[in-house]
């Protein structure tokens, strides 16, 4: 059996166009690696862990370079919901069985701190990513409402947490113009964004701090040196002082099988033509952005210009959908059928990391030199955000908080894609069903 005939990275050249892209304009960087250099800190990686990394290294002073493999944002960072949520992807009374209750609680403090970072750049740098205040969690089972119920009481006693409201039946008709939820859980402590114009406006002000970006640059391959590792790109080579790996569910084989750890998954997007502020407001009242609480989920919400922009359907071959239109259509017009006629103007897709555990994997490797953040599983557009926050303070000896993560332990499971694929597949299958069946 052939798998990855194609880096992933790669894999995104049969999509129409996301319209992120056509929403602001690429960086195109000017540097090119036309020589071999030497330098502190080489990041591999143009997603928000890259860029945040070099953002918070440059600012306390180390010569930094950037290779990624395409272009600024490429990744999922330029391509995802635009959900800046709090919290990890598993809730708190999960981590604090699997953790321990001051471990849990931790990540909890990281997770409020991951949003209220990626504001503080937002706002310091007057990026314009068109931010927007409330995540809405929708609920598909009879039950949720008693779970959801469950969640903000004990979140309120316990974290001393009063950013959620939640809805009855009654109620959530009236934010969510859908027959199919039966309760909803608000988050006034997330937002959404344009994920791609947040990542622009960060990589402009590296621009400013000298950092080089070598866009279109892969790394093929690193070397651990005594003194340094030596990365090497298709024509030069940087000798670096230290690496940061932030490619997530593109890394494939760079890191040897530390890709183990984690399933790449291709998850699908599109966004409608323009359906004006008032048309908008029908379908969400308030303009929240949504998630819902099936395992594979539907994630939708409005963009700056008023397209409904809905996410959902996976797939977990290593080869990406040609065709993702109208997989994502079908899912979107059992939620919205008043939308059925409403043209579909772009659509794309992306590529996560999910590991067993639902947590992301930090860790060093090389002797101390090479530091990796991966494995958000779908949460990571806020804890990519400070990912760069914690590797600088890892990398200038304070490994306090970067150890949170990377003393949880995870599954690995070995022989790559012979293994991996299948049983991830029959897992995920087993919880379609599970949802099919509770949803009935
Ligand atoms: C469709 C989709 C929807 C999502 N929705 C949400 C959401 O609403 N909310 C949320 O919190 N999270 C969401 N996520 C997850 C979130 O986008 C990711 O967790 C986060 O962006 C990861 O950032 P990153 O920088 O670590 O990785 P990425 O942004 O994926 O960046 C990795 C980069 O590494 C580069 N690269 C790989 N190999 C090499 C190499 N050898 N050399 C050089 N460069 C290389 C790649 O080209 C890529 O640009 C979503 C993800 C997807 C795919």
Partial sequence: MIFNKKN????????????????????????????????????????????????NLSNKGYSVALCEARKIGSGASGRNGGQLGIG????????????????????????????????????????DCSLVNGVLS????????????????YLLKNYNFNGYKIFN?????????????KSGLLNLN????????????????????????????????????????????????IKA??????????????????????????????ATEPLGKEKAKEIIHNNYAVCDTRFIIDYYRFSEDWRLIFGGGETFSSYFLKESK??????????????????IDFSWGGTLAITVNRLPSFGIMMNEKLFYAFGYSGHGLALSGLAGKLI??????????????????????????LFRRPIYSSAIFYYKLRDLINYL
């Fill in 241 to 270: 002082k230290k690496v940061v790996v932030a490619c997530n569910g593109y890394l494939d084989n760079l890191l040897n099988n530390k890709s183990n750890i984690f399933m790449p998954i291709n998850n699908y997007v599109i």
């Fill in 138 to 153: 929708a609920g598909c089972f009879n039950n949720d409402f008693k779970e959801f119920d469950i969640e903000l009481n």
């Fill in 8 to 55: 992933t990275y790669e894999q995104h050249d049969n999509e129409i166009g996301s319209f992120y892209k056509s929403s602001i304009k690429p960086l195109n960087s000017n540097d090119k690696l036309n020589e071999d250099l030497n330098i502190d800190i080489c990041i591999i990686g143009g997603g928000l862990t890259g860029v945040t990394s070099a953002l």
């Fill in 326 to 343: 109208d997989f994502v259509h079908k899912r979107m017009i059992k939620v919205f059928p008043q939308l059925k006629n409403y043209k």
């Fill in 88 to 127: 990890m992807r598993k809730d708190q009374i999960y981590l604090e069985k699997k953790l321990g209750k001051i471990h849990a609680k931790d990540l909890w403090d990281l997770g409020l701190e991951a949003v209220e970072e990626c504001l503080s750049l937002i706002k310091k740098n007057n990026i």
């Fill in 392 to 417: 600088t303070e890892k990398i200038q000896g304070n490994d306090e908080r970067f150890n949170l993560f990377a003393k949880i332990k995870h599954i690995s499971i070995p022989a790559a894609n």
């Fill in 169 to 181: 039946k009654n109620e959530i008709k009236h934010q969510i113009s859908s027959d199919i939820y």
């Fill in 190 to 237: 997330s937002y959404h964004i344009n994920p791609l114009k947040f990542l622009i406006g960060l990589s402009k002000i590296l621009i400013k701090k000298n950092v080089k970006i070598f866009e279109n640059t892969p790394v093929l391959s690193l070397v651990d040196h005594k003194d340094y590792i030596k990365v090497n790109c298709k024509k030069n080579t």
